[in-house]
């Protein structure tokens, strides 16, 4: 297995390669799974994230002539992308520029540098791009490390929640991406063998010792995202209208998530069934996310993996954003040793499955996953496999 040292001596060499000298900074980050928590997130619950082996390494160099130039090995028929410290901001560049370039609008905008700076960029990355493993915030918080680096003396580092905030910032603002703060909290604070649990009520995160043995899992459905007519909107709204209902009778409730099962079964008569149905799947999410960390906590792990199972039927049965393929993954994968338990990851519609295993799990087991899954939709789906690792880490070079 490649550490994370090869990675940056790789990005070292890439970064030689394309711009003829040495980086003064190197960053790693790491992709992330979305673990548990589903739809909590804009409900104001918690969420429950780890991050995975797979990431982005970044090599930099500052510039004093405001020439911004970057490369990345998975956009390798782009070449070198040339802009401006003038230009940037209304360039006609690929797209995937958004995502670093957001990052330097950040530290412009949040004064990182007293002048305008130019940088060199090179980028290379062992994550796969848009299944849900979030390569855009591996590649955001990359780059604010990689500029905290060289942008500010070792004693006057901004904090790493500064980072989380302005490559959040970064996607929303500069991307467009309305996304939550797990994605950046998960990479920015992850450590090795750990969960981050973020409230999104408040947008706080803590991180919890994971046992050592277990690992994550994620298979790949063939339906991605963009290939459905994605109900995340809709949903959203369901779920607003419920607490609007919700509050007649509950005056200042503010988040479905914080409500109690026994409120919701007093008054989800009120709603119309389809947004009870909405409302029980949230409200029951957000307690099977403190069950399942007291579970982790309490080194129960059979118990934290039924929460997973459990969260995933609740998505099939009352919240309805998973699909026939979903359901056979998590099917398919329960019935193999070594499994505590496996759910749809994300959104849902399609994208991944993420199952939670022990070291009985073999590759040979998650092979037999994807024969059951092949026989069912005559496609193989991919699959990875991680441990919960650490989170971004920078260096002068
Ligand atoms: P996810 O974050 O789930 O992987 P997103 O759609 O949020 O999916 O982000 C994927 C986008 O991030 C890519 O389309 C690309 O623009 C950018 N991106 C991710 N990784 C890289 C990379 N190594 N090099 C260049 N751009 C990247
Ligand atoms: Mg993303």
């Given at each position: 297995m490649t550490t994370r040292h090869d990675a940056l001596d790789r990005v070292s060499n890439l970064f030689r390669r394309q711009f003829g000298n040495a980086p003064q900074s190197r960053a790693y980050a790491p992709g992330r799974v979305e673990v548990i928590g589903n739809h909590t997130d804009y409900n104001g619950g918690t969420v429950v994230g780890a991050a995975v082996e797979q990431g982005i390494s970044l090599a930099a160099r500052l510039r004093d002539d405001g020439v911004i130039r970057l490369y990345s090995d998975v956009q390798s028929s782009d070449g070198v992308i040339e802009t401006t410290w003038e230009a940037y901001a209304e360039a006609d560049l690929a797209e995937w520029t958004r995502y670093p370039l957001g990052v330097i609008d950040e530290a412009r905008l949040r004064a990182w540098s007293s002048e305008p700076f130019g940088l060199e960029l090179a980028i290379s990355s062992t994550l796969p791009v848009g299944i849900g493993l979030s390569s855009s915030a591996a590649l955001e918080m990359a780059v604010a490390g990689a500029l905290a680096n060289l942008l500010f003396a070792p004693e006057a580092q901004p904090s790493r929640g500064l980072l989380v905030e302005s490559a959040h910032r970064a996607e929303n603002r500069f991307v467009g991406m309305p996304c939550g703060l797990l994605d950046q909290s998960v990479v920015g604070f992850a450590r090795e063998n750990g969960l981050v649990v973020l409230d999104?009520?408040?947008?706080r995160s803590m991180s919890l010792p994971l046992p050592s043995n277990v690992r994550f899992v994620l298979f790949r459905s063939?339906?991605?995202?963009?290939?459905v007519d994605s109900p995340y909107e809709k949903r959203h709204r369901e779920c607003r209208d419920a607490l609007l209902g919700l509050e007649r009778f509950m005056?200042?409730?503010?988040?479905?998530?914080?409500?109690h099962p026994a409120d919701l079964d007093a008054?989800?008569?009120?709603?119309e069934t389809r947004l009870a149905l909405r409302a029980r799947h949230v409200v029951h999410e957000q307690r099977r996310v403190g069950a399942f960390l007291s579970a982790i906590n309490s080194g129960d792990l059979a118990a934290a993996g039924a929460c997973l199972t459990a969260s995933h039927d609740s998505s099939r049965a009352?919240?309805?954003?998973?699909t026939p393929e979903l359901d056979a993954l998590v099917a398919a994968a329960n019935a193999q040793p070594g499994v505590l338990g496996a759910r749809l990851s994300?959104?849902?519609?399609g994208g991944s499955v993420v199952a939670m295993v022990t070291e009985e799990f073999e590759e040979k087991q998650a092979e037999l996953i994807c024969d059951s899954y092949e026989q069912l939709f005559e496609i193989r789906p991919h699959w990875w496999q991680t441990s919960a690792a650490a989170g971004m880490i920078s260096e002068s070079v």
């Open positions: 999104a009520a408040i947008n063939h339906i991605s995202h963009a290939l005056p200042g409730i503010r988040h479905l998530a914080r409500l008054y989800a008569s009120v709603l009352f919240f309805d954003n998973s994300g959104g849902g519609w």
